[in-house]
DNA sequence: TTCACGTTGTTGACATGTCAATTATTGCGG
DNA sequence: CCGCAATAATTGACATGTCAACAACGTGAA
């Protein structure tokens, strides 16, 4: 990241970055891969489910009960409707969701727990919310709980403007 | 994470998330997940390279030019050994690394840059670089940037402490 | 030397994600 | 009613990551 072309004389347009700089992006990268490792081995672990899974059945444990759309749920997560559906398909198969055609729309299909789905989520929520707590929560001031929201949002924003993202 | 045991008696211990809460664990998550998605989109459209790939390139292309061992990538970029493998494998088949016996150790391979390697990390870094600016180092003041940095590694330090991450 | 053990790295089976079709249905203009 | 573009969701091929077993090599003590 300190740039392989440093000593060229063309096109040194970018600015590269220093080594502060490259802590901070070093920084991030590692809490990017970091923190969906340390939420996926917790619930594994105690609870048997993956994070991806665990994701799905606190969205759609959080829909109204007649049930949720395939779709609603990719555009909620911001996934791929594919990974929603292949997910959505062995997550049946373990018996934590059912789906159901849709009574207005033939199309759609209407997601919702099962009797196991709803007590694998009662059983993880505890585990994972204290993960969290412990993980971000606990160890920054609420001012910096704020400053960090803020800033993250600065990024995500700014980085959709411009396409990114 | 509002809680499904929300009215429970019993068991009650885990402090739930405040709705303020609840949006800064979402803009964490969305952080997580968007970040490696749009160096992945930005990569592989510009040059051809995926992000882990383009991962790999740096950190060798950084490295003493005898060579890089394997382990010694995975460790600095935080991988299991088998993904370094897997992925080395892979960018062998491409053409973009080397993998020769190493001299000292017979069972270590030494990972190095080919032409065209090199060719490739320098056409990719500069657009590289410059995504990372406009979407991490534009968009905050530096104070904003010193402390995002503080509050990743007290994140970090705290979750390595108590056995998470 | 020799043997047990730790280290280095690979492999294969499997879980998961992405992308490009494909299917089925809806809604709408003619 | 018919045709046809848009929508909802699935499917299959493929890329990638994980995990556990494995093979090959080094190291040190008996």
Same mark, same amino acid.
């Given at each position: 990241?300190s740039g392989?072309?440093?000593g060229?004389?063309?096109?040194?347009?970018?600015?590269?970055?220093?080594?502060e700089?490259q802590?901070?992006? =070093?920084?991030? *990268?590692e809490? #990017? +891969?970091?923190?969906? %490792?340390a939420? !996926?081995?917790? &619930?594994?672990?105690?609870?048997g489910?993956?994070?991806v899974?665990?994701?799905?059945l606190a969205?759609v444990?959080?829909a109204?009960p007649?049930?949720?759309?395939?779709?609603?749920?990719a555009a909620?997560?911001?996934w791929?409707?594919?990974?929603?559906?292949?997910l959505?398909?062995?997550?049946?198969?373990?018996? =934590?969701?059912? *789906?159901?055609? #849709? +009574?207005?729309?033939? %199309?759609g299909? !209407?997601?919702? &727990?099962?009797?196991?789905?709803?007590?694998?989520?009662?059983?993880?929520?505890?585990?994972?919310?204290?993960l969290?707590?412990?993980?971000?929560?606990d160890?920054?001031?609420?001012e910096?709980l704020?400053?960090?929201?803020v800033s993250?949002q600065?990024?995500?924003?700014?980085?959709?403007?411009?396409?990114?993202?």
């Amino acid at each position: 990241m300190s740039g392989p072309c440093e000593g060229d004389a063309e096109p040194c347009e970018p600015r590269w970055l220093s080594i502060e700089e490259q802590h901070l992006w =070093l920084e991030l *990268r590692e809490f #990017a +891969s970091g923190l969906p %490792r340390a939420i !996926d081995r917790q &619930l594994s672990q105690d609870s048997g489910v993956s994070g991806v899974e665990y994701a799905v059945l606190a969205a759609v444990s959080e829909a109204p009960p007649d049930g949720v759309r395939s779709g609603d749920l990719a555009a909620l997560l911001e996934w791929e409707k594919s990974r929603v559906s292949h997910l959505l398909r062995r997550m049946e198969c373990k018996g =934590l969701v059912t *789906r159901c055609a #849709a +009574s207005d729309d033939g %199309r759609g299909q !209407d997601i919702s &727990l099962t009797g196991a789905g709803w007590d694998t989520v009662r059983a993880a929520a505890p585990g994972h919310v204290t993960l969290v707590r412990e993980a971000i929560f606990d160890p920054l001031t609420p001012e910096e709980l704020a400053q960090l929201r803020v800033s993250l949002q600065k990024i995500r924003t700014a980085a959709v403007e411009k396409g990114l993202w």
